[in-house]
């Protein structure tokens, strides 16, 4: 599809999609929409369960479920796009359509990619401070973590999306992307985009590597605690550690390369874009949150509690 050459400003912007083979855009449809019903049902399993059950009222579960609700904010914002998109032979968004996209998308990736500091730190000194656990990690302690985390993803948002608002859009309209983000964006301005380019690497490429750089020095500081103090349930800590880097590292090295070559296009682009858009949110809960044995038994209580209260209001409507 070639780019269309008009002369006012652009109104609406056209998506390539993923692909244009019809059989491979139906198998990807199931895939991904399979991905997206899991995702919502893991991760609002998390949020109803820590809200239900008193025994998981702590901070560190608080964390988990403000992670959960970021993770379907953060699926929802993309991934209908994507699938009405692999159904559709022309897809389009409006200008404004496209702007809030790339405003939301990017405040909730921004505030996931800082509330994974703030876990980190739970953790830190979870293993590190155990003695002064509960004095450092308060609920004072805790939402100035969560407020500081979707703080940063406003303010890192609203800069970038802000920035962009200002370049003039007057000729080609086509995104061969599924949905809407800066570097394809950039590319279409009509005005000369290296102020641009060098805004996003620093605003969004320099927070990127800061991010994944305190958190990978973080994990190795634990785990070198894990194997010299911890000697009951280490192997198990070692395992949830290692997972949670991979996890971790699926998030922000395919983003570091992305926002920190605005230039450059590579064949695997939006590979990468599903990974960090469409497969991370439904990763997140299995390798945080399910694999915590304390929570399987409290979405077990829950359940158990859930089914018991039908059966009594069955019983007495009977």
Not at 5 to 19: A, D, K, Q, S, Y
Not at 275 to 299: G, S
Request: net charge positive; with cysteine; hydrophobic share 45%.
């Amino acid at each position: 599809m070639e780019s269309r050459n008009i002369t006012t400003t652009v109104r609406e912007f056209v998506l390539l999609g993923l692909t244009q083979n019809h059989k491979l855009q139906y198998c990807l449809y199931v895939i991904f929409f399979l991905i997206y019903v899991i995702t919502w049902l893991l991760n609002f399993t998390i949020i109803a369960t820590v809200a239900v059950d008193q025994q998981l009222h702590t901070p560190m579960y608080f964390l988990l479920a403000n992670l959960a609700v970021l993770d379907i904010s953060d699926s929802s914002v993309n991934t209908p796009k994507l699938l009405s998109g692999l159904l559709s032979q022309h897809t389009t968004i409006s200008f404004n359509e496209c702007f809030l996209q790339m405003f939301f998308f990017h405040f909730i990736a921004g505030a996931m990619s800082f509330l994974l500091v703030g876990m980190m730190v739970d953790r830190y000194v979870a293993i590190c401070e155990p003695l002064r656990y509960l004095s450092i990690m308060n609920w004072d302690t805790c939402r100035a973590l969560v407020a500081a985390a979707w703080f940063g993803g406003f303010l890192h948002s609203i800069t970038q999306t802000g920035f962009l608002l200002q370049l003039p859009f007057c000729g080609p309209n086509v995104l061969d992307n599924f949905y809407c983000d800066i570097p394809q964006i950039i590319k279409l301005a009509c005005t000369d985009t290296r102020t641009a380019e060098l805004q996003m690497v620093f605003n969004s490429g320099g927070i990127l590597i800061t991010l994944f750089v305190i958190l990978i020095i973080s994990y190795i500081v634990i785990l070198l605690k894990i194997r010299t103090r911890i000697t009951e349930g280490r192997q198990k800590a070692l395992s949830t550690c290692g997972t949670q880097i991979i996890v971790v590292s699926l998030i922000f090295i395919p983003c570091i390369f992305t926002y920190t070559q605005p230039s450059k296009k590579y064949p695997r682009d939006k590979v990468a874009s599903i990974v960090y858009t469409v497969v991370t949110p439904m990763l997140n809960p299995m390798i945080y949150t399910l694999r915590n044995t304390e929570m399987k038994k409290a979405i077990k209580r829950t359940l158990r509690k859930y089914f018991c209260l039908q059966e009594s209001r069955n019983q007495t409507r009977q």
